[in-house]
Nanobody, 124 residues
Framework: QVQLVESGGGLVQPGGSLRLSCVASGTTSDRFEIGWFRQAPGKEREGISCFTSVLERAYYLDSMKGRFTISRDKNTLYLQMNSLQPEDTAVYYC???????????????????WGQGTQVIVSS
């Protein structure tokens, strides 16, 4: 059974940075798509970035471009978040699909496995 575990959340001041991690276990497949989502209080969960191992390429929501960066180290995906603002406060989730079509997306239905989430609070 595939398991995803996020970590790296916390409290940060506006303008600060955090690096979230998503560690996958329970699979040996190297063909996967990973999505990063977030859910702010009172709002729907939204996809903010994704990565496809087939293309070794990351995609970002327009509002995240230049601030957020995905990187990979074997079975761990990282989301580097810079210039954080209070509106970035949310629970952040990673999600995965294995042995898919090789294209990642920002929809929740694009993924089969989800982590438990990690809280990010941006506040002074």
């Amino acid at each position: 059974q595939v398991q995803l575990v996020e970590s790296g959340g916390g409290l940060v001041q506006p303008g600060g940075s955090l690096r979230l991690s998503c560690v996958a276990s329970g699979t040996t497949s190297d063909r996967f798509e990973i999505g990063w989502f977030r859910q702010a209080p009172g709002k729907e969960r939204e996809g903010i970035s994704c990565f496809t191992s087939v293309l070794e390429r990351a995609y970002y929501l327009d509002s995240m471009k230049g601030r957020f960066t995905i990187s990979r180290d074997k079975n761990t995906l990282y989301l580097q978040m810079n210039s954080l603002q209070p509106e970035d406060t949310a629970v952040y989730y990673c999600a995965a699909r294995y042995d898919g079509m090789g294209m990642c997306g920002f929809g929740q239905d694009d993924y089969d496995y989800w982590g438990q989430g990690t809280q990010v609070i941006v506040s002074s």
